[in-house]
């Protein structure tokens, strides 16, 4: 399963998002087994050293924990995954009402627009 990437900012970075979208969707659980660096540069199709950069970065953020020997792990630490969950929705918020107020769009209209869409 190769990933699409898109030319607008680094593949690396692209990966360290999508894993952390994994994780918070759920679909990465903590304590799971991350695979191999290889085995993971062959399922997304990348170079080997585009996927060590990647784990460096999720070491870096506290989202995965190496254990010599044995290979690198999601991050038992349920705070640093709700860190993670809050920091995600701040920023799609922010980059959110940024877009929609280049528009001229004020919040009120927004939050009108939103409540009438989501129901609530």
Avoid: W
């Avoid at 900012?9 to 969707?25: H, S």
């Avoid at 640093?80 to 280049?102: D, G, M, P, W, Y």
């Amino acid at each position: 399963m190769t990933v699409d990437f898109s030319r607008d900012k680094p593949i690396y970075t692209q990966l360290v998002e999508k894993i952390c979208g994994d994780i918070i969707r759920g679909n990465r659980q903590l304590g799971d087994k991350m695979p191999s660096v290889r085995e993971y540069a062959v399922e997304v199709g990348v170079n080997v050293n585009t996927v060590q950069r990647v784990y460096k970065e999720l070491e870096q953020m506290r989202l995965t924990e190496t254990k010599r020997g044995q290979g690198t792990y999601i991050t038992s630490d349920e705070s640093e995954i709700s860190s993670l969950r809050e920091h995600t929705k701040e920023k799609i918020v922010e980059q959110f009402f940024h877009n929609v107020t280049a528009f001229g769009f004020t919040k009120q209209e927004i939050i009108e627009q939103l409540q009438k869409h989501g129901g609530d």
